[in-house]
């Protein structure tokens, strides 16, 4: 019996996503210590662990979530690179990366919201 088959995965796409939003969230909430407790941070950690739920579940009000966090997401990429750009490398790079990313699986989450039934 393959992965696939017991986590119930339907699409690989979704199965991606969920990934991203699962890794995310984690970053930000062990992250949350050393930056000494921004609650952006931790705003942004904990929507993106409940997205990664309700991908995982296929819930429907999942599709509110993930818009959700890509204003947030966009937001925060935004004044994080506007205000320490060209200070550290690895920062720009992996703010740029996120941007990207939030609004691929945003994009993709949006289009295939038909495989999220409840």
């Given amino acids: 019996m393959s992965l696939r088959s017991k986590l119930k995965i339907e699409s690989v796409g979704m ?12 970053i930000c909430v062990v992250a949350l210590p050393m930056a000494n407790f921004p609650p ?3 705003i942004i950690g904990i929507l993106s662990l409940i997205t990664a739920y309700g991908l995982f579940k296929s819930r429907v009000w999942t599709l509110w979530v993930v ?9 925060f990429s935004a004044y994080t690179l506007y205000c320490a750009f060209g200070e ?7 703010i740029i990366a996120y941007l990207v990313l939030t609004w ?7 289009a295939k919201r038909k495989t999220l039934e409840s």
């Fill in 88 to 94: 550290d490398l690895l920062l720009d790079i992996s």
């Fill in 67 to 75: 818009v959700a966090l890509f204003f947030i997401a966009t937001t």
């Fill in 40 to 42: 952006h941070v931790g």
């Fill in 104 to 110: 691929i699986f945003t994009a993709y989450t949006a």
């Fill in 15 to 26: 199965f991606v996503a969920f990934i991203f939003y699962a890794l995310v969230g984690i």
